[in-house]
T-cell receptor, first 114, second 112 residues
Framework: DAGVIQSPRHEVTEMGQEVTLRCKPI?????LFWYRQTMMRGLELLIY????????DSGMPEDRFSAKMPNASFSTLKIQPSEPRDSAVYFC????????????FGPGTRLTVL | DAKTTQPTSMDCAEGRAANLPCNHS???????VYWYRQIHSQGPQYIIH???NNETNEMASLIITEDRKSSTLILPHATLRDTAVYYC?????????????FGTGTRLTIIP
């Protein structure tokens, strides 16, 4: 099993640019999560999907952030326009069926906004 | 979800058992104790979880006190690869409550 796949692994962009982060969950998993990690705020959940439907997006910081899951094997997190304070490591995780199942994390995308 | 308290950092000699404590005095009857760890520059990794009974798997053992107000994660023979931040999380297991709330965790350093 390849595990959760995220791309790109590193992204450097300039303020105001659009950024798209991608995630492929583990095959057969029905829940997908996007987390963000910074030194100041630690690890925090942004949004999660169950069966491709967004269930809780209360952690999405503002309208500049959006997430989609068009099918069971792909999700995107988009930031438009990006700001320096968005610099962080973004993790995607998936779990088999939700309901408190173990979450399996990807390697993360390190985003730097200049 | 109940709040947890963990020491900020701990050291352990390689080959010895590492015992990581977690206090969760406000835990409710249907809340589980989960442990995850994060090795530097990697995503968090699930270790173990339990409700009231002690649990053991290939990675670790989880000891939960009888009143469930605290627990201890035990790595029986710590290696250098166990150096990581360890997170204790308490949560209800049900659909719609998928959120893992990570605190600051315990930074465990294994000393050669």
């Amino acid at each position: 099993d390849a595990g959760v796949i995220q791309s790109p692994r590193h992204e450097v962009t300039e303020m105001g640019q659009e950024v798209t982060l991608r995630c492929k969950p583990i095959s057969g998993h029905n829940s997908l999560f996007w987390y963000r990690q910074t030194m100041m705020r630690g690890l925090e959940l942004l949004i999660y999907f169950n069966n491709n439907v967004p269930i809780d997006d209360s952690g999405m910081p503002e309208d500049r952030f959006s997430a989609k899951m068009p099918n069971a094997s792909f999700s995107t997190l988009k930031i438009q326009p990006s700001e320096p304070r968005d610099s962080a490591v973004y993790f995607c995780a998936s779990s088999p069926s939700g309901g408190g199942d173990t979450q399996y994390f990807g390697p993360g995308t390190r985003l730097t906004v200049l | 979800d109940a709040k947890t308290t963990q020491p900020t950092s701990m050291d352990c000699a390689e080959g010895r058992a590492a015992n990581l404590p977690c206090n969760h005095s406000t835990i409710s009857g249907n809340e589980y104790v989960y442990w995850y760890r994060q090795i530097h520059s990697q995503g968090p990794q699930y270790i173990i979880h339990g409700l009231k009974n002690n649990e053991t798997n290939e990675m670790a053992s989880l000891i939960i006190t009888e009143d469930r107000k605290s627990s201890t994660l035990i790595l029986p023979h710590a290696t250098l690869r166990d150096t990581a931040v360890y997170y204790c999380i308490v949560r209800v297991r049900n659909f719609g409550n998928e959120k893992l709330t990570f605190g600051t965790g315990t930074r465990l350093t294994i000393i050669p």
